[in-house]
């Protein structure tokens, strides 16, 4: 028996969508043919994935998504305001202060029911604090998390800790929390790392104030036939901690370096070869989502996709676009009319 009665839940806060709304999963039917950044590896008949119509995929840039399921939606770190930093032009400047365009965020959350949170580095988490307050959604995520978010003023009751090992239950979706790890440097070393024990003095005000906290990987369940989702926020990984999973969408974050041995071959075997492996965290996330995705210049997409098919020759892989909503088999869903 449940020790949480009703009135102790979170409420959720109702609100109208946004200027823009997305494709939700129960107004889809089957897809109609492969996006244009799709590539299809050679070899063995690649594994089969559930009906496009059980849910719908849209990246959000960066690690982003949001996964609709019969009308619920679940964010995974929307980062959506992207603001400039001088990262991606040799200029980085950690005082650069935090950022949230609330008009802007609302045309793409629709009204989320979960967020999960990778990890509170700002192309991660800058965008939570508004989405939590204004929606009500439950948020999933680290200890460290949990304080900055507390400190940014969101309800302690709406947050979830978690360290990896969970498997939540959320009514029809199902969220596996995985015990993961932040992406190396060419020194093998973390960029900003440090874990909170306590909400910081005052809000966080610039993306300095804003440490790794320790990385999570998520993989998200869509009813009882799926599809299943591996979701990543940096390219690095407890191999250990993925056995068993086994998803049929791997959503994998490129690296930027070689720091970690063997990066792609021993990811894919330890999720026992998705049948379909989608790059991420491999976009200029400074640009609008309004334009077309531009390659962070110190990703080699190419190579990253062909490591995936020499390491999995039935895995399909699938370049995504911020303007795409996707079937549940990554490939783009037919609108109704």
């Known amino acids: 028996m449940s020790n949480e009665t009703d009135a102790q839940r979170p409420k959720r806060r109702t609100r109208a969508l946004g200027r823009r709304s997305v494709l939700r999963g129960a107004a889809l039917g089957a897809a109609t043919g492969l996006a ?3 590539i299809t590896t050679a070899g063995a008949a690649p594994r089969s994935v559930p009906s496009a119509g059980s849910a719908t995929f849209r990246w959000l840039g960066t690690s982003g998504w949001r996964i609709d399921v019969n009308g619920r939606t679940v964010l995974f770190d929307p980062y959506i305001t992207r603001f400039k930093t001088g990262l991606f032009c040799g200029e980085f400047k950690p005082g650069t202060t935090l950022k949230c365009d609330p008009d802007l965020v609302e045309e793409y959350i629709g009204d989320p029911e979960i967020v999960l949170v990778s990890h509170s580095h700002w192309d991660h988490i800058a965008d939570v604090p508004h989405i939590a307050k204004t ?27 978690v360290k990896g090992g969970e498997i939540l239950d959320f009514e029809g979706i199902t969220v596996e929390v995985v015990s993961s790890r932040h992406s190396r440097n060419k020194n093998y070393s973390y960029f900003a790392p ?26 998200v369940t869509a009813g009882s036939d799926g599809p299943s989702a591996f979701l990543m926020g940096a390219s690095d990984f407890s191999e250990r901690a993925l056995d068993g999973l086994h998803p049929d969408l791997a959503m994998i974050a490129v690296p930027a370096t070689k720091a970690t041995f063997r990066y792609v071959p021993r990811l894919l075997k330890a999720l026992g070869e998705p049948g379909v492996v989608v790059p991420v965290h491999w976009d200029d996330f400074e640009k609008p989502l309004s334009e077309p995705p531009r390659h962070d210049p110190t990703m080699d997409l190419d190579g990253f996709v062909a490591q995936v098919r020499q390491a999995s020759r039935t895995s399909r892989v699938v370049v995504p676009d911020y303007r795409t909503t996707y079937g549940a088999d990554i490939r783009r869903a037919a609108p109704t009319t």
């Open 135 to 161: 929606t009500g959604a439950r948020i999933v995520g680290t200890e460290t998390t949990f304080h900055l978010l507390v400190a940014f003023g969101v309800d302690p009751g709406q947050i979830s800790v």
């Open 194 to 219: 440090g874990t909170l024990h306590a909400p910081p003095a005052t809000p966080p005000k610039t993306i300095a104030d804003l440490p790794e906290g320790d990385t999570l990987a998520f993989q």
């Open 36 to 38: 244009s950044s799709t």
